[in-house]
T-cell receptor, first 115, second 113 residues
Framework: NAGVTQTPKFRVLKTGQSMTLLCAQDMNHEYMYWYRQDPGMGLRLIHYSVGEGTTAKGEVPDGYNVSRLKKQNFLLGLESAAPSQTSVYFC??????????????FGQGTRLTVV | DQQVKQNSPSLSVQEGRISILNCDYTNSMFDYFLWYKKYPAEGPTFLISISSIKDKNEDGRFTVFLNKSAKHLSLHIVPSQPGDSAVYFCAASAPQGAQKLVFGQGTRLTINP
């Protein structure tokens, strides 16, 4: 049982380059999320999805786009990377909204450096 | 504006003793609180949660206490074990934003043998 898998695990980008982070879950969860973790800031929600074909903005959405074409996949795109997007990115999924006390399952993270 | 605050970046506790991690919040609309644990190079894992209608929830060595009047919650680990060394995140959500968990900055707990 793989749970939540993120691809890639590490990436170095030059300013202005684009890339897509892939998140895949095999638990048939409706809800999926992208967070970023920065030192001293905790985890901040970038975008989330409450089901296939839906997306919504989180706390820090600027500079990112997302798509949920298939229930099991949630893609995070950076169209023109900036050094401020250097961070560790986590994908998560849950059966119900995590705010209802439901456990959210996280991937292992993607460490992105923009130079 | 940090709605969920963990004011202690780090905590060191001797093995076998009690570890107490603290979390303060400012939004009185928060009705669910969760603790996540994170090891290096891994994603956070759910530890324990508490609803605002309760003041205590226990799961084995882990107990979370909620003081709504003080807008404060704490996680107690007893007895502390070396495997408990990790970063602990407090998180909260409000009814209208149930999809959005607001996380604290995290506290790095080190258990010394």
């Amino acid at each position: 049982n793989a749970g939540v898998t993120q691809t890639p695990k590490f990436r170095v980008l030059k300013t202005g380059q684009s890339m897509t982070l892939l998140c895949a879950q095999d638990m048939n969860h409706e809800y999926m999320y992208w967070y970023r973790q920065d030192p001293g800031m905790g985890l901040r929600l970038i975008h989330y999805s409450v089901g296939e074909g839906t997306t919504a903005k989180g706390e820090v959405p600027d500079g990112y786009n997302v798509s949920r074409l298939k229930k099991q996949n949630f893609l995070l795109g950076l169209e023109s990377a900036a050094p401020s997007q250097t961070s560790v990115y986590f994908c998560a999924s849950s059966y119900r909204p995590p705010g209802q006390g439901t456990e959210a399952f996280f991937g292992q993270g993607t460490r992105l450096t923009v130079v | 504006d940090q709605q969920v605050k963990q004011n202690s970046p780090s905590l060191s506790v001797q093995e076998g003793r009690i570890s107490i991690l603290n979390c303060d919040y400012t939004n009185s609309m928060f009705d669910y609180f969760l603790w996540y644990k994170k090891y290096p190079a891994e994603g956070p894992t759910f530890l324990i949660s508490i609803s605002s209608i309760k003041d205590k929830n226990e799961d084995g060595r882990f107990t979370v206490f909620l003081n709504k009047s003080a807008k404060h919650l704490s996680l107690h680990i007893v007895p502390s074990q070396p495997g408990d060394s990790a970063v602990y995140f407090c998180a909260a959500s409000a009814p209208q934003g149930a999809q959005k968990l607001v996380f604290g900055q995290g506290t790095r707990l080190t258990i010394n043998p």
